[in-house]
């Protein structure tokens, strides 16, 4: 599937689908009572109904221009311990590299990777293992990291490395081998990719704007996980660092581009990932 907007195309790259989490866990605000007035509509796209877990979707976007071939998150990478995560253990998958072939890209061709977040399933494939090491898997990237979200969770690493195993396989070796360009959560490259802060989930997590005014994609990253939190926009989930701030951050977003022509990339959401805003009651609708 390809979007393709004026000056910009995006090629979504999935990694793995599939019915993650149990759905009142994931959201542990939503009451039995709410998930069982939206689970008719829930139901099967975006809840499993055998087994009522939100069903995820991981994956990259790459985003090509005339000047650079840009990934916008790297998934959960292979070979990589996530003792904590077991559908995310030691995987060894070559769907995530299928992916970008089938859109005529090598690792060779990549000129920056962007991370909304460091989060595991985002930063995956930052690296590989190579004769017992990790290297970059993209040797001519640079890699675009919001600073105090690096800042934080180098601090988290070295006090608790079990608590962030991904930055010591996934983040750090990029910044020990100098492909990390840490930036602003606002930063911009070039007049066609524009970072918006979008904090909550992760202290410093932003999403990202392609394209042209009137033709654009908003990259949301981890902002929304579930369509839930759409029409409950208050609604976060079990692992954000401040969901008072990631409650304003989507009223906030969905606001700004309600009724408008963005198209919103959700990365989670299973494919096709992608909707309008309108607004649903006191929230909103990506459809
Ligand atoms: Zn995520």
Known sequence: MTIALKDVTIHPVVEQQGAFCDFLEFFPKLSKEQFEENRSWLEPTFVDPATQRLVLCIQGFLIKTAQHTILIDSCVGNHKPRPARPFWNMMNSDRFEQGLKAVGVGFDDIDYVMCTHLHGDHVGWNTRLENGRWVPTFPKARYVMADRELAFWTQKQ???????????????????????????????????????????????????????????????????????????????????????????????IFDRYCDTSTLFCVTHFPSPSTGRVQRWGDGYKIA
């Open 158 to 252: 070295k006090e608790h490395p079990a608590d962030a195993p991904w930055m010591t396989d996934s983040v750090l070796p990029i910044v020990a081998a100098n492909r990390a360009q840490v930036v602003k959560s606002d930063f911009a490259l070039g007049d066609l990719v524009q970072c918006i802060p979008t904090p909550g989930h992760t202290i410093d997590h932003f999403s990202v704007l392609v394209g042209r005014s009137g033709h654009d994609a908003l990259i949301t990253g981890d902002m929304i996980h579930s369509p839930i939190q759409g029409r409950y926009p208050d609604l976060s989930m079990r692992l954000d660092y401040d969901s008072a701030q990631s409650a304003e951050t989507r009223r906030k």
